[in-house]
């Protein structure tokens, strides 16, 4: 046991890794499925050109089309890594546009800031990390 306590037991460590992929997820999907269900991929594409952002409408759907396939893939346990980082990119960029400017709470404190992004983009670094191929030396 270190200074810091005792690390949990590997199984424990496994099933919470599991049940971390699985909520966000199905957290990821579920932002996906409701912008594509409500019809807010054009209003969201309409934002991204108001902002600079070429072909505002085709990224739009692109994100949405990721956070609907990436999600599904990360159930799967395929390309779970790369899938993770792709979410990650697109977190870190919602993050600086939109929930940086607003600070840190989401409620309380403030509104619509950053700190459930960071949550977000932590839990997928970590998944990204955990699945990430091993190297095998022979």
């Known amino acids: ?3 810091l306590g005792s690390k949990a ?5 496994e099933q919470v ?4 992929r699985v909520t ?20 969201f594409g309409t934002w991204l050109d108001s902002i600079g952002f070429p072909f505002g409408y ?7 089309l990721y956070e609907l396939v990436g999600p599904a893939l990360m159930l ?19 993050m600086i546009l939109v929930h940086l400017p607003a600070g840190w709470f989401v409620v309380g404190g403030g509104r ?6 960071v949550i977000l983009i932590v839990a997928l670094l970590g998944i990204a990390w955990a699945y990430w191929p ?5």
Do not use: K, Q
Request: charged residues 10%; proline residues 4%; without cysteine.
């Open 1 to 3: 046991m270190g200074w």
């Open 9 to 13: 037991p590997p199984e424990r460590a």
């Open 17 to 20: 890794l599991e049940i971390l």
């Open 24 to 43: 966000v997820a199905i957290l990821i999907l579920i932002h996906g499925v409701y912008r594509l269900s409500a019809g807010l991929v054009a209003p």
């Open 58 to 64: 085709g990224w739009a759907m692109a994100v949405t």
């Open 76 to 94: 799967a346990r395929r390309w779970t890594s790369l899938v993770a980082f792709g979410h990650v990119a697109i977190l870190t960029l919602g």
């Open 112 to 117: 619509n800031g950053m700190e459930y992004s």
């Open 134 to 138: 091993a190297r095998h030396s022979a």
